[in-house]
């Protein structure tokens, strides 16, 4: 009868492609199937009747007896990873269960386990984790290309067309002047110091919605309230600024992170938040840089434009790259909230650390 009822149990786990077991409360093994021999490389004779360390290396046994007694004491199921090494050495991984069995009457008599390989499965895992990345890597290297290439496009803007439209503008005036222009000369002159002029306001704006200069030569506090007034004066939102201290010089790479991620928050604000007021408040706690950007607009529009998300994603990485965090959230007051953080301490060049806070 006993040997039927084996058979019986023997047949129904090799219905499992897994490994799977039977085993009663004191861990010895009633039933295996044949993925489990297969694996141990062992007969079921030889298994059967035994406990795990009559089978298994002593670390591996420990750690199955211990979850036995896991299952067994707590009634419940028990999930977990482990890793072991196939007769080559190669290292495998795999993921069990064990589950408790019960009478007729309730009482856990032994367990039941399942351990499927997914060797494959972390292996793409961690490919993925790999992949994932380098890709951040290769987003943080052409955002910092990118940003370089805006500053050199900025100052050679600035320094070499600027200065060429300035000096054109000092000789038109000179022969506007001159004594023996006409006055048609004089009208045209004039129109052309007006063209010249338009040229050097767009001139500068280019140059610094590529790079402000200010960024660079004054710093991060600087540059936020330039960007804050501009908001204000060019986008016809009425925007505050609060910094808790402005004693802080801070590494370039967050500096430049904190101004992009404030200028896209805003940016959006006036694109598609309809807002008629922000705010942007940035303190210092635990060595980190946190800023909040609140708005009064109707909030965060799921169906926004792709290019819109992309800008989205890009805070979200610009952060991720220093090991900080973007989060936008709904304004309780109506709006959107969004909240960043910046770590201001660089692990890998103390020299980057701020003032202590």
């Given at each position: ?47 059967v009747?035994?406990?795990p ?6 670390e ?30 190669n ?6 269960i ?36 380098q890709?951040?890597?290769l ?33 038109l005036?000179w ?6 222009s ?21 001139l500068r ?5 590529l ?18 007034q ?18 802080i ?11 992009r ?7 959006n604000?006036?694109r ?29 529009d ?5 290019q ?14 220093l ?12 709006g ?8 201001l301490?660089d ?11």
């Amino acid at each position: 009868m006993r040997d039927h009822k084996q058979q019986q149990q023997r047949a129904l786990l090799d219905n499992i492609p897994d490994m799977a077991w039977l085993k009663d409360r004191e861990s010895r093994y009633l039933a295996v199937n044949s993925a489990y021999l297969e694996i141990i490389g062992l007969d079921e004779s030889v298994v059967v009747g035994k406990v795990p360390h009559d089978i298994w290396p002593a670390e591996l046994a420990d750690i199955y007896m211990q979850t036995d007694r896991a299952v067994i004491k707590s009634g419940r199921r028990r999930k977990y990873e482990e890793s072991r090494s196939d007769p080559t050495g190669n290292v495998l991984w795999f993921e069990t269960i064990k589950s408790p069995i019960r009478d007729d009457e309730g009482h856990i008599i032994g367990t039941v386990g399942i351990s499927r390989d997914i060797t494959e499965r972390k292996a793409a895992a961690d490919e993925l984790i790999h992949s994932r990345a380098q890709l951040r890597e290769l987003s943080s290297f052409l955002q910092s290309v990118r940003e370089e290439e805006r500053a050199r496009i900025s100052r050679e803007l600035h320094d070499e067309l600027g200065q060429t439209l300035t000096a054109m503008k000092i000789e038109l005036i000179w022969l506007r002047e001159h004594r023996e222009s006409t006055d048609f000369i004089r009208g045209r002159v004039d129109r052309l110091v007006s063209i010249v002029d338009r040229s050097v306001t767009d001139l500068r704006r280019i140059a610094v919605n590529l790079r402000p200069m200010i960024l660079d030569e004054l710093g991060l506090v600087s540059a936020m309230k330039w960007l804050t007034q501009n908001s204000a004066e060019l986008g016809g939102l009425d925007t505050s600024l609060s910094f808790d201290r402005e004693d802080i010089r801070y590494d370039s790479e967050v500096s430049t992170a904190a101004f992009r991620i404030v200028q896209e928050a805003l940016t959006n604000v006036m694109r598609h938040g309809a807002a008629t007021r922000a705010s942007v408040a940035a303190r210092h706690e635990n060595s980190e840089l946190q800023i909040e950007i609140k708005d009064n607009g109707r909030g965060i529009d799921q169906n926004a434009s792709q290019q819109n998300k992309l800008g989205l994603v890009g805070m979200r990485e610009r952060a991720h790259v220093l090991g900080g965090s973007v989060e936008i959230s709904p304004n309780p007051e109506g709006g959107t909230i969004v909240a960043v953080r910046l770590p201001l301490i660089d692990r890998d060049s103390p020299d980057k650390l701020v003032p202590p806070i």
